[in-house]
């Protein structure tokens, strides 16, 4: 069963969050699309979220099954981080005992500033030829 990362393709944290979790899904679990992309707006829409709001990550969890549900903020970080491998998995296990609206309090914190820590992208960066098929629609520009 597969997890839709939906993330803002322009910034420099969120592509770091991304390769993240390339590089520790050994079980193959995680797709991505960026939220400047139709499929985000659409996966969105239906939840009465916009993919204009650029400072948040969501995850759709179980993307297209009867049990499809939506995270996002600190949230789709802890979940996100449950699934991996290594220290990344025990991090968000421990991650689970804390409080959502702390994890989220953080996460708002960092988002804001997040451009000027980590940079942005002129355009969504393209995924390399081997990781294309987990991504689910190919970055476009910003509007």
């Known amino acids: 069963m597969a ?6 393709g322009v910034c420099g944290l969120c592509d770091r969050f991304v390769q993240l979790v390339l590089a520790r899904d050994g079980a193959d679990r995680f797709r991505f699309a960026p939220l400047q992309g139709r499929l985000a707006g659409q996966l969105l829409g ?3 979220r916009s993919a204009a709001d650029l400072d948040t990550v969501y995850v759709v969890a179980d993307h297209g099954q009867p049990s499809e549900s939506l995270l996002w903020r600190g949230r789709a970080i802890r979940f996100v981080l449950r699934r ?4 990344w998995g025990v991090l968000g296990r421990l991650l689970a005992v804390v409080p959502a609206a702390i994890i ?3 996460y708002r914190f960092i988002a804001a500033r997040r451009y000027r820590w980590f940079g942005r992208f002129e355009s969504c960066r ?7 098929a987990r991504f689910l629609e ?5 509007p």
């Open 3 to 8: 997890h839709l990362i939906l993330y803002d």
């Open 46 to 48: 239906r939840y009465g």
């Open 84 to 87: 991996l491998d290594g220290a």
């Open 104 to 106: 989220d309090r953080g």
């Open 126 to 132: 393209l995924p390399d030829a081997r990781q294309r």
């Open 138 to 142: 190919d970055p476009a520009p910003p």
